[in-house]
């Protein structure tokens, strides 16, 4: 019997997981191709033959996902599998419409065949869209976790966009190890909150072998938390699920893939950022969850903001910079910085697309709705020297900067500036404390 030829279609993260978990081994299947797409400069490159295992000793190689409907053909591909997150159900089934019209079937794994089980206790946390909280939300659960006396691993949702092989299993501890990685400003989002609270944060590409390395860490482990990306679902079987949606995009809980998963999936709801968000949104949200997931128990947060020096917002013409892939691939036309920038009195928010250079340029020409926001894009060299000028080109009396890293330590930004941070703040109850209480409790026996 031939083996079934197959195309996986990703973006560098739950692509590479799905190969590892289901395919490497499977002598059914042969791999013919890895496709890429969201992420700049991540095409061109190969699946490591020290990664794809004995079955592909060539390695595997990673096309763009624009060349698609001709590697079909080319390849002569039986199945597409649709791989990576946060996209609309009509580019979904775009594509795998355009599958099928070029003779191929589209599938989707699911959490069955993709799921690993962990040694010890797992929190997962997702979310429905991009940018609706989870890092805050991560940090919340690891606050009541030490609290409680236990030693908490995070693992974060694969960002390789370097040397895979030489990034098969990361382990953050400190703020030198970012360095040591060569971490771009988008991995540094997610891992310098964890290291610079003192947690150990592990991230990569093989995650059975980095779940088994974090189990085992030299600091000790209790608990696994699993600190989601995009709007995927868990690749860790979690004993408790915890989801974030967004009350400033109603309807996408139920409209975006595989955000939807993440909701049906989850015992615990929070709907954030209830204090900047119109009532009727967080009614229709309610109503949505109560009609997919009416067993999860409901959390109601707020995103609190803390500015570190308001005078430099007050009055100011000011130049907001969030989160890039919040704004790109989560669409979010409003932020923490925006939020901030109106609280505190801004005098006008600068518009910084006319001064846009290089990749930023790009990036607004790629995603066109982004609006009066800069994208903190730092995917590579050449993108972070681009930010840098075009901060420096925008005719603003100062910087509002609302990413999750201090952005002045990885760039230089010369003109006056300050930091919006956010946090987690649940409203009434039930609780954080109150809904993983019963978790706390069986982990510690």
Known sequence: MD??????????????????????DNEAYNVVAFTAAQIPDI???????????????????????????????????????????????????????????????????????????????????????????????SRRVIEILMA????????????????LEAQKVQRFA????LVKHKCTIEEMEEYEPHVTRGNVIY???????????????????????????????????PDLMITVVDPHRPGHELSYYPGEVTLRL?????????????????????????????????VDAASTLSVEKPEIIRG??????????????GEMKIGAGIVA???????????????????????????PNIGTLLPAMGYGEEQIRDLTATIERTDCDSVVIATPIDLGRVIDIKKPNTRVEYSLQEIGQPDMGSVMADFIKRVKG
């Not at 059975?208 to 085992?216: G, K, Q, V």
């Not at 709801?269 to 409901?298: G, T, Y």
């Open 266 to 298: 989850a015992d615990v709801v929070v709907i954030n950022k209830i204090d900047s968000a119109d009532f009727d949104n967080i009614q229709i949200l309610r109503s949505n969850i109560e009609k997919v997931n009416p067993r999860a128990v409901v």
């Open 174 to 177: 400190t703020i030198d190890d």
């Open 203 to 237: 991230a990569g590409v093989d995650y059975e072998a980095i779940l088994r390395a974090a189990e085992n860490d030299p600091d000790g482990c209790d608990v696994i938390l699993w600190d989601g990306g995009n709007n995927d679902f868990p690749f860790y079987n």
């Open 3 to 24: 083996k079934r030829k197959v195309i996986i279609i990703g973006a560098a993260g739950r692509d590479f997981h799905n190969f590892n978990t289901f395919y490497r």
């Open 316 to 329: 100011k013409r000011v130049l907001v910079i969030e989160d890039g892939p919040t704004l790109t691939h």
């Open 341 to 367: 920038a109106r609280r505190f009195g801004a005098a006008e928010i600068v518009d910084p697309r006319q001064y846009a250079v290089g990749k930023l340029a790009e990036t607004y020409r790629i995603y």
């Open 43 to 137: 095409a061109g490159r190969k699946y490591p033959a020290a990664l794809a295992g004995k079955l592909y000793p060539e390695g595997i190689p990673i096309y763009a996902q624009d060349e698609l409907e001709s590697l079909i053909k080319t390849l002569d591909a039986d199945e597409c599998v649709f791989a990576y997150s946060d996209l609309p159900y009509n580019k979904v089934m775009g594509i795998g419409a355009m599958v099928n019209a070029a003779g191929a079937d589209f599938s989707m794994l699911g959490y069955k065949n993709t799921m690993l089980k962990s040694t010890k206790p797992v929190i997962a946390v997702g979310a429905s869209r991009t940018g609706c909280g989870k890092s805050q939300t």
């Open 148 to 163: 409680a006396g236990l030693k908490v691993i995070a693992i974060r949702h694969p960002m390789p966009y370097g040397d």
